[in-house]
């Protein structure tokens, strides 16, 4: 799903992916073929390398959607329509099933959308830009959940904009901006094997976040200190920041944190 909100194309007829590297496409065909058995394949759109996901015999009475439709039933597509993903580029988003499921689904996840939309400097700095502000915030709360450090800005931009691939074929268009996550970290967030080498995987990375500023909002709201039964007294706000109420001399502080 990570690699399909990336570069796919989801929302017309066919389901494509659109990608100069085959070991993404091979992998997603692996994954749906786990799922169902040796039911999926690729064609390629020549020149350009965009790659339409089959299915084998969809025609067929013998295959295991056929009673869901006339003529046979394509699984994944249907998937995709009731999670409400088959969106257009600006409108994709991450289902709420996806945000809450365990630790290794949800790095997958984040693997499949920073192998295709995703960059990894060569000194080991990760981006992420999309124009749908939307697949960003649904971002940033996953990679929160998994304990690595980001932050976003928007890039306003005007005319039109030209970009070289790496096989020195161009592409112009009309670029009206979008928007970047920021991602420290040294875990492994790609599967994609040029990217995942670039990870310095023994740096340091951000393991706070700082308080850059406090300061008076003239807003006031009725409001209880609480503490929390643990050896620590930690937990969890907001974009999953990590807190605790104070102690002092043995009475405790009425220190708030306003997160704004």
Request: some cysteine; charged content about 25%; hydrophobic content about 30%.
């Amino acid at each position: 799903l990570g690699a399909l909100l990336g570069d796919g194309t989801i929302n017309g007829k066919n389901i494509k992916i659109a990608s100069d590297d085959i070991e993404i496409v091979d992998k997603i065909i692996s994954d749906l073929n786990k799922v169902w058995i040796d039911s999926y394949t690729y064609t390629k759109d020549n020149p350009n390398n965009n790659y339409a996901l089959i299915l084998k015999d969809k025609f067929s009475k013998t295959h295991l959607d056929y009673e869901n439709s006339k003529f046979g039933c394509n699984p994944l597509k249907r998937e995709l329509e009731n999670l409400k993903v088959n969106v257009k580029c600006e409108d994709k988003f991450i289902p709420d099933i996806y945000k809450y499921s365990s630790i290794e689904q949800r790095l997958e996840l984040v693997k499949g959308l920073m192998d295709t939309d995703g960059s990894v400097s060569n000194e080991g700095y990760c981006e992420f830009s999309n124009k749908s502000k939307q697949l960003i915030d649904d971002l940033a709360y996953v990679l929160r959940s998994l304990g690595i450090y980001c932050s976003m800005s928007y890039s306003k931009r005007e005319g039109l904009k030209t970009i070289t691939d790496r096989n020195n074929r161009t592409c112009t268009f009309e670029d009206s901006g979008y928007w970047r996550l920021y991602i420290a970290t040294n875990q492994s967030i790609f599967n994609l094997e040029r990217k995942f080498y670039r990870i310095n995987h023994n740096k340091q990375t951000k393991t706070s976040v700082p308080i850059i500023d406090i300061y008076p909002t003239g807003l006031y709201e009725e409001q209880s200190c609480i503490i929390v039964d643990n050896e620590e007294h930690l937990y969890l706000t907001r974009d999953f920041i990590v807190t605790h109420n104070s102690w002092k001399g043995g009475a405790k502080a009425n220190y708030n944190l306003f997160l704004i």
